[in-house]
Nanobody
Framework: VSVVESGRGLVEPGGSLTLSCKCS????????ASWHRQTPGKALELVAF????????RIVDSVKGRFTISRDNVRDLVSLEMNSLKPEDTAVYYC???????????WGQGTQVTVSS
């Protein structure tokens, strides 16, 4: 099983960035997907979640209206579109997939997002 994030970058405040997560080795549409982030000294934070069929998504309040999660079950991709970025969005972002009918979960290696002028 492989879960690989891409799209790391340095962005100015107010800018945009899209992260992608390519998954392989599992029946992708049987896995929910989520994005999490972590900054040094802080706990891992759930940012966004989307169901396996893509019909339901949740965004945490701190990024609601700015971030959008989506998935492409043909290309086995889950994306996080981030707009109006703030310095406090700086973190390592992780992609996770979790089996809909099992406890199996797989994480990516993380990708750094830095928001700074």
């Amino acid at each position: 099983v492989s879960v690989v994030e891409s799209g790391r970058g340095l962005v100015e405040p107010g800018g945009s960035l899209t992260l992608s997560c390519k998954c392989s080795g599992v029946p992708f549409d049987e896995y929910h997907a989520s994005w999490h982030r972590q900054t040094p000294g802080k706990a891992l934070e759930l940012v966004a979640f989307i169901t396996g069929d893509g019909n339901n998504a949740r965004i945490v309040d701190s990024v609601k209206g700015r971030f959008t999660i989506s998935r492409d079950n043909v290309r086995d991709l889950v994306s996080l579109e981030m707009n109006s970025l703030k310095p406090e969005d700086t973190a390592v972002y992780y992609c996770k997939i979790q089996g809909m009918s099992s406890n199996k979960e797989f994480w990516g290696q993380g990708t750094q997002v830095t928001v700074s002028s």
